[in-house]
């Protein structure tokens, strides 16, 4: 017995649009990244950098520990992280931590699986392509925003803080 699945027993994926509308309330920058707050162990972390560049997502050490969370929590993670120009940041190992995305009306939450590094930054997580994939989520620069489908078939818009992206911002180009 075979069980064909056609395309159109799923329904359809919601169109993501950004429009001048979502352009009001943004405050005209040249270099500002998507910079948005999220929920994870019952707590809302702000300062989440949307780096659609990276292979990973990464919870800094700060973050980890201002989490109050255990290390008993983390697992093993044999590969290091190598940033842009080549340069190695040491690994604590991994945890994996539900996380919430939500704007006024909806949330979704994932189980997000963060690198936990040893590093000063200027933001506390960084959301990469393995989480910017698994919510099917775009996020545009020039809209300060992100989009990803609802569970009830609509689009979730998260605002980017530019207050906080923009100080975020100018700290870490200090720090280098």
Known sequence: M????????????????FTSSDKEDVVPHKDDPVVISVVTMGRKVH???IDQGSSADVMFWSTFKSL??????????????????????????YIKLRTNFSDDTSTRTITVRYI??????????????????????????T????????????VITIRSDQKMSRKCYESSLKNR
């Open 2 to 17: 075979s069980l064909e699945v056609r395309r159109s027993d799923y329904p359809p994926d919601p169109v993501f649009c």
């Open 47 to 49: 300062k989440v950098l």
């Open 68 to 93: 109050q969370l255990s290390p008993d929590q983390l697992r093993s993670h044999d590969r290091c992280l190598v940033g842009f120009v080549g340069d190695q940041v040491e690994v604590r190992r």
């Open 116 to 141: 936990v590094v040893n590093a000063s930054s200027a933001y506390n997580l960084l959301l990469g392509t393995p989480s910017l994939n698994s919510l099917g989520a775009v996020a545009s620069m």
């Open 143 to 154: 809209h300060m925003k992100m989009k990803l489908p609802s569970l009830e078939g609509g």
